[in-house]
């Protein structure tokens, strides 16, 4: 009997064939359309390229409607990117959903801000482990950020208001301090971040991860996090390895371990994860996906043994 998650590992690995052979397909050589005549993959990249210039005009023409006069030369590189994101764990039923992200690099007007829209507080996205290994769709909360970024000598600092559109509009700020400190054969990327949310009070988050290059197929990213909730009183911490991969210019492959913990009632251990993510860039900076088949162990379940997949699907313009 087939159960809900054989169905979506059984979807996920025929996507992810199918996408792989268009790619491989791509690569090669293949005889000429008729003259005249487009193949599909003309159309599908002439088609991104007419809407990003689309974006980039209307960007460049909020810009200078804003700022009323050119401050800088510099190159406009307004993205939009769509996310589909599919979520299979056993024992639950298949979740998917899409999200949208704005980024309208308006260059006059990041003389003195920057403006991001998204469907979701992508700040608070950064804030855990999900950003390596997604479990959870994402927080449907649309939204606008108004970023001032500056750099304090080798530290970068970023103050963001940002606007949830609801009734009635909330407001959550951040103000973040980071750094990256890069060497010879490893990188250190300190972080800290104070942050206040209508729903979750204040709090503050703080990352000091290292990333070690052993060569240049091979990597490690150990991931030392840790986020503190002031509303519920809960210090949530995250620890993990990362080994990475690279196949080829356009695929990649890592292997991941994380452990969780929290402080309640007293500070334990509340989950640990093994995942494997396999990356594919179909075509750059148009279509990427990402497969992630984990196993999953958590406290509230007896430590019991959950199996799940995760399938995304970006679209670039």
Do not use: C
């Amino acid at each position: 009997m087939k159960t809900v998650l054989g169905k979506a590992l059984f979807l996920m690995l025929f996507l992810w064939v199918f996408f792989s052979s268009l790619s491989i397909k791509a690569e090669e050589k293949a005889p000429p359309p008729p003259e005249g005549e487009k193949t599909w993959e003309q159309t599908l990249i002439e088609g991104n390229i007419a809407i990003s210039k689309w974006f980039d005009s209307v960007a460049e023409g909020l810009d200078l409607f804003l700022v009323g006069r050119r401050v800088t030369e510099r190159a406009n590189t307004s993205s939009l990117r769509v996310e589909n994101l599919t979520i299979s764990q056993e024992g639950k039923a298949l979740i998917n959903s899409v999200s949208i992200g704005v980024n309208p690099r308006l260059p006059n007007l990041e003389e003195y801000w920057h403006l991001k829209f998204a469907t979701y507080d992508e700040r608070a996205d950064k804030r855990n482990a999900q950003e390596y290994i997604r479990q959870t769709p994402r927080e449907r909360n649309p939204g606008a950020t108004v970023g001032v970024f500056k750099k304090l000598g080798n530290i970068r600092t970023a103050f963001e208001p940002r606007i949830e559109l609801q009734d009635p509009l909330r407001i959550s700020h951040s103000l973040s301090f980071e750094s990256v400190a890069r060497l010879e054969t490893y990188e250190i990327n300190p972080k800290l971040e104070f942050w206040a949310t209508p729903d979750k009070g204040v709090g503050a988050f703080q990352a000091l991860n290292f990333n070690f290059l052993l060569s240049k197929v091979w990597s490690i990213t150990l991931v030392n996090q840790g986020d503190y909730e002031e509303k519920t009183h809960t210090y949530s911490v995250t620890n993990g390895v990362s080994f990475g991969q690279i196949l080829s210019r356009k695929q990649a492959l890592s292997y991941n371990i994380f452990f969780g913990s929290n402080n309640h009632p007293n500070y334990h251990l509340d989950s640990y994860n093994f995942a494997v993510v396999y990356s594919h860039v179909l075509y750059k900076k148009i279509l990427d996906i990402q497969v992630a088949p984990n196993v999953d162990f958590q406290r509230s379940l007896d430590f019991k043994r959950v199996l799940g997949v995760t399938f995304t699907v970006n679209l670039n313009f």
